[in-house]
């Protein structure tokens, strides 16, 4: 069983949707990157929280430490947030250590 | 250039070939990685360095070695790879404070086939 499981695994929504990818964790961490893959193979990192809330224009991170879980929200989606997003906890045996999730592969329809 | 920056994007080479993926990053930053990603598989840690030291090594074959003749640039040499090796290369950086967790910069990655 992977340490971090992501759903859904796959997502298809209609632009303009409101989007939310969930992760849940088992092991503890320090704090939780979450990544975009686009088609092709590069990575962006999107947020590194370890608390709380973050959010950057349309995007918005969640994390409950107690609860291990964090969810990624995406308001009014468009066709260019089509990618993969992935989780990725830093556990907290070793803060170099991503662990990382399979990914949610986002397809937003125009 | 900006950022993390990998060469060659696509790679293809036999199993006896002997060759090398380089990563270099323009952040100023003191720690540098090597992922791989397989085909519908999680991404994989390889090798840390931190400033220049090789800190992790997560259990990985030997026909990859990795070597970081300073904190800017980093190199995988490959040689007797298996088909099973095909997949994306990526390498990341990071600013590595004394303790706390480090965001990470990826670069654009190389595809490696082997043939």
């Known amino acids: 069983k992977n340490e971090v499981e992501q759903s859904p695994q796959n997502l298809t929504a209609q632009e303009g949707e409101f989007i939310t990818i969930n992760c849940s964790y088992s092991v503890g961490i320090s704090a939780l990157h979450w990544l975009q893959q686009h088609p092709g193979g590069g990575i962006v990192s999107l947020f590194m929280l370890s608390s709380g809330k973050k959010k950057h224009g349309r995007l918005i991170a969640t994390i409950n430490i107690q609860e291990k879980h964090s969810s990624l929200h995406i308001t009014a989606s468009h066709p260019r947030d089509s990618a993969v997003y992935i989780c990725?906890?830093?556990?907290?045996?070793?803060?170099?250590?991503?662990?990382f999730g399979s990914g949610t592969q986002l397809t937003v329809l125009p | 250039e900006t950022g993390v920056t990998q060469t060659p994007r696509h790679l293809v080479m036999g199993m006896t070939n002997k060759k090398s993926l380089k990563c270099e990053q323009h952040?100023?930053?003191?720690?540098m990685y090597w992922y791989k990603q397989s085909a519908k598989k999680p991404l994989e840690l390889m090798f840390v360095y931190n400033f220049k030291e090789q800190t992790e090594n997560n259990s990985v074959p030997s026909r990859f070695s990795p070597e970081c003749p300073n904190s800017s640039h980093l190199f995988l040499h490959l040689h007797t790879l298996q088909p099973e090796d095909s997949a994306l290369y990526l390498c990341a950086s990071s600013q590595e404070p004394r303790g706390g967790a480090y965001e990470q910069y990826f670069g654009p990655g190389t595809r490696l086939t082997v043939t």
């Open positions: 952040l100023g930053h003191n720690a």
């Open positions: 990725a906890p830093f556990s907290s045996g070793s803060a170099r250590q991503l662990t």
